[in-house]
């Protein structure tokens, strides 16, 4: 069974760091490239950070940039996400996705449970 288990968020008062952790099984963790998304209250869902399958690449939203690091290990099957210097507009609830597609165009897309981080003082 396909399961994207996340951990490691919480509460933090802002410039406080935390990492998140996104533990995979049940597919082929190193074909698929991984995504971090937020959701915060009343929000649409938003991409954070995303790391090409064999994390040679990172992308990550404005927002984050230069406080926020995506990386993985293929051995562990682990995609992580660093935060740092948060802000209390970072609160919401994190998601890691794992995505690819086949040779014949179809899409697997998978979505953990997400974990929630609230930045306050």
């Known amino acids: 069974q396909v399961q994207l288990v996340e951990s490691g968020g919480g509460l933090v008062q802002p410039g406080g760091s935390l990492r998140l952790s996104c533990a995979a099984s049940?597919?082929?963790?190193?074909?698929?490239?991984m995504t971090w998304y937020r959701q915060a209250p009343g929000k649409e869902r938003e991409l954070v950070a995303a790391?090409?399958?064999?994390?040679?690449?990172?992308n990550y939203a404005d927002s984050v940039k230069g406080r926020f690091t995506i990386s993985r290990d293929n051995v562990k099957n682990t995609v992580y996400l660093q935060m740092n210097s948060l802000k209390p507009e970072d609160t919401a609830v994190y998601y890691c996705n794992a995505r690819r597609r086949s040779i014949d165009l179809r899409q697997f897309d998978y979505w953990g449970q997400g974990t929630q981080v609230t930045v306050s003082s």
């Open positions: 049940g597919f082929a963790f190193s074909v698929y490239a």
């Open positions: 790391i090409t399958s064999a994390g040679g690449s990172t």
